[in-house]
């Protein structure tokens, strides 16, 4: 990614003449900034009547610098305070988030139903796991690693091991979101995500001390540095200051921080700082998801953010340099991640449609079958649109969060009615559908 063009500050509103200034002054509330562009891509524009494009950004931040909150725990390494400017999409997009995320109406049926509810959580906790490695640059298939996790079978790469790690942390977050944030539950979900997979294992849940060599970002595409974050010795101080912003209450100093903004700063301020050797962005997306089951936003279990920045990255790495080359304002990155969680929800109904879809299809095969229960339903569901599926008692009880021997009572009832071949594999049973399943369910 090329550097940004730099941005003029606001400084430079003192070589404006007074008459010019004054024209501004009154002309930048009426100014169209619903697109929130950064200056980089400003410049490039034709600027409305009687402006030119220098003064045309400079009003635009006098109008952003009139409704601008301040985060005083979170700062850059010069010591300029991380800040949002009030807009209209992000009021939109927050009141959204209250809507769908925490609230219980128009919500999708499946997730309000204990006995599903469970398997959707499971799926979306190794979605999460998987892409959130992948994004970090772990090589694995998604098939592969669902397999792993739902079989229980030893990661044998490291790759693997940081996919099994990451999906340990987000199953640990639930409870976690139960406490306060402390830095030892940061360094906990470092520790958990990184074990096994550094090069010095002694590093794993300790940030980076005075005197170690300091970790940067770096394009590699263009072999450039894109960003130095604060050196060690200031590290225990900026820890301390996050963990008092993630812990505050919504109204505090006569603000009020919406829940939601909160938890994305969270996310960007963890990964500026970048206090760890390795993982720095796995721990920040498990911040996010703690910040936001802490302050009740429960349906972010059913969806993974990871899995959207992988597929398109580059707005996300975008949004960081956006904010770090314009004084800080983090407006940029918030609304980015505003709409990545708008399309994870619009992705969940979808999915969940074509589950509920499908769920409907599969009952119609087994109208009045009350003797088969809510797995073993789910179970068929997967074998008809995966044929060449293997299951195991330890994947099916995975996907379920039940009992080996429940699992196992499940699948041996499939076997006795000949919708479930069982063999072996090693010392494990394994167990496949039978060929033409659906004429199978179909004829009973």
């Known amino acids: 990614m090329k550097p940004l063009a730099p941005v003029p500050p606001l400084t430079s509103l003192q070589d404006v003449p007074p008459e010019r200034l004054g024209f501004l002054m009154r002309k930048f509330a009426s100014l169209d900034d619903s697109a929130y562009l950064h200056w980089d891509k400003l410049r490039h524009l034709s600027p409305p009547d009687g402006l030119s494009v220098r003064e045309w950004w400079l009003a635009l931040k006098l109008k952003r610098l009139g409704s601008r909150l301040e985060f005083p725990e979170l700062r850059a390494i010069d010591g300029r305070t991380l800040s949002v400017s009030r807009h209209a999409r992000m009021d939109a997009g927050v009141a959204t988030m209250d809507r769908l995320l925490a609230g219980r109406i128009e919500l999708p049926e499946v997730t309000r139903d204990g006995a599903t509810r469970d398997q959707y959580v499971v799926s979306s906790l190794m979605e999460e796991a998987i892409h959130s490695s992948l994004f970090e640059g772990a090589v694995s298939t998604r098939e592969a690693a669902k397999d792993m996790l739902r079989s229980n079978r030893r990661p044998t790469t490291r790759d693997e091991r940081m996919i099994l790690n990451n999906y340990r ?247 006795r009615r000949k919708w479930l071949n069982q063999s072996k594999s090693g010392k494990r049973l394994v167990y496949q559908p039978q060929t033409g399943l659906e004429q199978r369910l179909e004829r009973h």
């Open 169 to 415: 942390a987000m199953t640990r977050l639930r409870e976690m979101a139960k406490s306060p944030l402390t830095e030892a539950m940061v360094l906990e979900l470092h520790r958990t995500v990184t074990e096994g997979t550094l090069d010095n294992p002694a590093m794993a849940g300790h940030i980076q001390r005075p005197g170690e060599s300091r970790i940067r970002i770096v394009d590699d595409r263009v072999n450039r540095v894109v960003h130095t974050p604060p050196s060690a010795e200031h590290l225990p101080e900026r820890m301390h200051r996050l963990i008092e912003f993630a812990n505050a209450d919504d109204v505090s100093n006569d603000q009020f921080v919406h829940p939601v903004l909160r938890s994305i700063l969270l996310h960007f301020q963890l990964a500026y700082d970048h206090p760890f050797h390795d993982g720095n962005g796995r721990t920040a997306r498990a911040l996010f998801y703690w910040s936001m089951l802490r302050r009740g936003y429960w349906l972010v279990e059913f969806f993974s953010i990871s899995r959207l920045l992988y597929r398109s990255r580059s707005p996300y790495e975008l949004a960081y340099l956006q904010v770090e080359s314009d004084e800080q304002d983090a407006t940029y990155f918030v609304l980015q991640q505003l709409e990545v969680l708008q399309q994870a929800i619009d992705g969940l109904y979808r999915y969940v449609e074509r589950k509920s879809r499908a769920q409907r299809l599969l009952r119609q095969h087994l109208q009045g079958r009350e003797d088969l229960n809510h797995r073993q339903l789910a179970l068929l569901d997967h074998a008809l649109r995966n044929p060449d599926a293997l299951y195991t008692h330890e994947s099916h009880a995975n996907s379920h969060r039940v009992s080996t021997i429940t699992a196992r009572s499940d699948l041996q009832d499939l076997v």
